[in-house]
């Protein structure tokens, strides 16, 4: 019987998204260095689940002090993107993050992954085991506006391959569950990716407007941010406090 993760080996997602998610990798790397600067978090090695053409990776990878990184990637046509990239401290594997996956890395990174995946939660349980440290990025998808249109939901079903929708609540409640302590977390707004609409354009000076007056309800009834959260292995429920966000502050729409 055919699963949703058959659309990532036989060709299917690779022909609707060939870009391997490197029209926003210089936005999410961006997000990524100003949380590990803000937390403070090692990253002499660190290592990517879903890390698709690999550029974010690369980015962090020269432009930080990183030893060793290395990226996961299930897509054979994104994994021969990555493994053109590699270099002598940057590596990339074609395989999925399973239980039998060994690590000990500083840091683990897992942007705009778990959304995809039937079992999310086994999926962050497996990151998890490969470092104390993860930054995961998650879109919002779930908003006000989102839902009572529903098109735009059912486009990312069908475009980019989001079967889960979230909200910043059941996010976060979703790495506690799986006994992952939030330590800090912001919202970003900013990388449009495939996003170009001519709503999407029009909304995108409200939606600056109203997170200037209040972040949480702007995000919840207008949508076009995601979430970047800092888990750490702990007891579950720890955490959660909002830092302010990092300068410029940017995020996916």
């Known amino acids: 019987m055919d699963t949703v993760a058959d659309i990532y080996t036989d060709g299917t997602y690779a022909s609707k998204n060939p870009k391997f998610g490197d029209d926003s990798a210089g936005w999410k790397a961006g997000n990524a260095r100003a949380a590990i600067s803000k937390w403070g978090i090692p990253h002499r090695s660190v290592v990517e689940?879903?890390?698709?053409?690999?550029?974010?990776?690369?980015?962090?990878?020269?432009?930080l002090d990183v030893r060793r990184a290395v990226g996961y990637e299930p897509m054979p046509e994104a994994y021969a993107v990555a493994k053109g990239r590699e270099t002598e401290n940057l590596k990339f594997v074609n395989q999925t993050v399973g239980r039998g996956t060994e690590g000990d890395f500083d840091l683990a990174l897992c942007f705009d992954v778990f959304e995809h995946v039937e079992d999310c939660f086994s999926l962050i349980r497996n990151v998890a085991s490969l470092s104390d440290r993860i930054l995961f990025h998650i879109p919002l998808d779930l908003s006000v506006q989102m839902v009572a249109r529903m098109s735009p939901l059912m486009r990312v079903r069908d475009g980019v391959g989001h079967i889960h929708y979230f909200s910043k609540d059941t996010a976060l409640a979703t790495l506690r569950h799986c006994e992952l302590q939030v330590s800090g977390w912001f919202y970003t707004f900013g990388g449009d990716g495939s996003y170009g609409g001519r709503l999407y354009r029009m909304l995108k000076m409200p939606r600056k407007l109203a997170f200037a007056i209040n972040q949480d309800l702007a995000v919840r009834w207008l949508g076009g941010w995601s979430l970047m959260a800092y888990v750490t292995k702990g007891a579950a429920g720890g955490g959660g406090s909002k830092p302010a966000p990092p300068s410029g502050e940017r995020g996916s729409g």
Request: charged fraction near 20%.
């Open 49 to 63: 689940v879903g890390c698709g053409g690999g550029a974010i990776l690369r980015d962090i990878a020269r432009s």
